[in-house]
């Protein structure tokens, strides 16, 4: 026997092992004996094609792809190999692929007198072809989904967060979970609907305003624990609220129109001659309506500048007031005044900063430096503050508590510097200072990172800040390697949030998770194609048309 005929014989008796390993499931096994056999003739459509079958069972993707395509570039008329170059690219969200190698795997099919095997291969390959398109006719008429106005009716209460966070609380206590975001949101819905069902018994009767004097520190309490609560559930929802602010003001003898520095002297003035049960509920009823003020500026987005000024002045007021009754008793000065209730407070004035800043009022008090500071602080501060024991917790002591008042605000001030540094980033780069750029991007990215590892993994703000992350990646030029896995992470963890947060009134993930399947797409098919390494940069992948 020739050694050429040695080396055929010994190709067959590899592929014939190697067949027979992947009948049995041992896939990796497979693909060693289709690796050693194309060793020997590199020429062989039939050995890619079965290595490609062997790396889609192990869903290794990309890698059945380039076999596939190199099989159908030694035979172009072989209609298996163009069906695992359908398969590998549709796994791979990359459905213009998918379709196209699904139509040639039917052509390359004989037009009449087909086998019975020629047959179940066509109804595959038809069956592949019509998922494919579906996949990316779903995906086109994704865009402009996104478009609609963000002003939308309120989902059916069971696909609320909230709703579903309370629906699983019986198998979370029962499995000790705690590692979720569902305990922030509910506890905030349970604190927010106590508020709302209170405010709703407001009403106006010839004696005056008649309500419960309560509904404020609920509404505001669920607020403070995680503001994605809110909703509004009927069409005078406002109105009440107006109302009930009213209300509480007057019932507390609150100050309505009134300054910090007003309250600060009338406050000491009062407690002199009526005690702590005049001044406490006065106190509270005002910080309440400031903030309620404040927050509803900085939603509207109408007037960041008055949302600021609310803030400030709640700030102001929360600071002196816990630093001038620092010795006196919780139940006697009131919840305010606690560390957990100011950073909270801070924690949504960050929040407003950073979009006056975006917005870049040109009558704003806000600049770059003062968000970094107050960032920097809020990482200080409560990384000091936090207690060694859950028990040792300052303020409400609940499962979402931890989450609402200690991590999620550090969590936020990681987000904010990394948004900071992101648009420094971004404007060294459009102004071509390459050093300023890598520097900037990369911490932003860093910064994005940590924020997204302090979220439960279930929670929204995982795989959003990951994304944001993976934009400051990307702009940096990291390569495909690395920003590839990042989308992988991304796109992993959705199933999870979706348990909660799929109807999320935000909504933020939908228009940040079709930038990373777009990048997805664009990505792998050039891999595909040969046209990238998993060394290209990534910034050398286009996300425009």
């Known amino acids: 026997m020739s050694s050429d005929e040695e ?22 096994k497979a693909r060693s004996k289709y690796t050693e056999a194309i060793a020997l003739d590199g020429e062989n459509a039939v050995l890619y094609a079965n290595r490609a079958a062997a790396y889609i069972a192990l869903k290794q993707y990309l890698d059945a792809g380039s076999d596939a395509r190199r099989a159908v570039e030694i035979d172009p008329n072989y209609s298996k190999a163009w069906a695992r170059l359908a398969k590998a690219s549709y796994e791979l969200h990359v459905w213009p692929l998918s379709v196209k190698a699904w139509k040639k795997a039917l052509e390359t099919l004989p037009s009449a007198d087909l086998t019975p095997v020629e047959e179940q291969l066509k109804q595959q390959y038809e069956e592949g072809l019509k998922l494919a398109e579906a996949e990316q006719e779903k995906f086109e008429k994704k865009g402009s989904s996104l478009e609609q106005n963000n002003l939308r009716a309120l989902p059916a209460e069971e696909d609320t967060p909230w709703m579903r966070a309370l629906n699983m609380e019986d198998v979370l ?23 709302v069902r209170y405010m709703k018994q407001i009403k106006k009767t010839d004696a005056g305003i008649q309500g419960n004097p309560n509904a404020l520190q609920s509404i505001v309490g669920g607020l403070l624990r995680d503001d994605r609560v809110f909703h509004m559930d009927c069409g005078d929802w406002l109105e009440k609220l107006q109302l009930q602010v009213q209300f509480e003001l007057a019932a507390h003898q609150g100050w309505a129109t009134a300054g910090p520095e007003t309250v600060k002297e009338e406050a000491v003035k009062r407690l002199e001659e009526k005690g702590w049960k005049a001044v406490r509920g006065a106190l509270a009823s005002t910080i309440r309506a400031w903030f309620l003020q404040a927050y509803f500026a900085d939603r509207s987005g109408e007037s960041r500048s008055l949302a600021l000024q609310y803030y400030n002045n709640v700030v102001d007021l929360l600071e ?41 009022e040109e009558d704003t008090e806000c600049n770059v430096e003062d968000l970094i500071d107050m960032a920097n602080q809020m990482v200080d501060e409560t990384t000091k503050n936090t207690p060694k024991d859950p028990s040792d917790l300052d303020g409400p002591i609940d499962k979402g508590a931890w989450y609402s008042f200690y991590v999620y605000p550090v969590a936020d001030a990681h987000a904010t510097l990394g948004a900071v540094f992101l648009q420094q980033g971004l404007s060294a780069k459009q102004a071509n200072d390459t050093e300023q750029a890598g520097m900037m991007l990369s911490t932003a990215a860093k910064f994005y990172n940590t924020a997204a590892g302090m979220y439960p993994p279930d929670d929204e703000n995982f795989p959003l800040f990951l994304k944001v992350a993976w934009e400051a990646a990307y702009h940096l030029g990291r390569p495909l390697d690395e920003t ?10 959705i199933p999870g949030v979706r348990k909660i947060w799929e109807v999320s009134m935000a909504d933020k993930l939908k228009t940040h998770l079709l930038d990373v399947e777009l990048f997805q797409q664009r990505a792998y098919a050039g891999l595909l194609e040969k046209k990238y390494t998993k060394d290209t940069p990534s910034n050398q992948v286009s996300l425009t048309d």
């Open 7 to 28: 080396k055929k014989a010994q190709v067959e008796r590899l592929k014939a092992e190697g067949n027979a390993l992947h009948s049995k499931g041992d896939y990796a």
């Open 173 to 195: 206590t029962a499995n000790n979970v705690l590692n979720t975001s569902a305990w922030a949101i509910m506890n905030a819905y349970k604190d927010f609907s106590e508020g």
């Open 320 to 360: 002196w007031g816990a630093k001038t009754w620092h010795d006196v008793p919780t139940e006697d000065r009131g919840y305010i005044f606690q560390k957990t209730f100011i950073r909270a407070i801070k924690r949504m004035r960050m929040s407003a900063y950073l979009a006056a800043l975006k917005d870049a």
């Open 484 to 493: 590839l896995a990042m989308c992988k992470r991304i796109k992993d963890s």
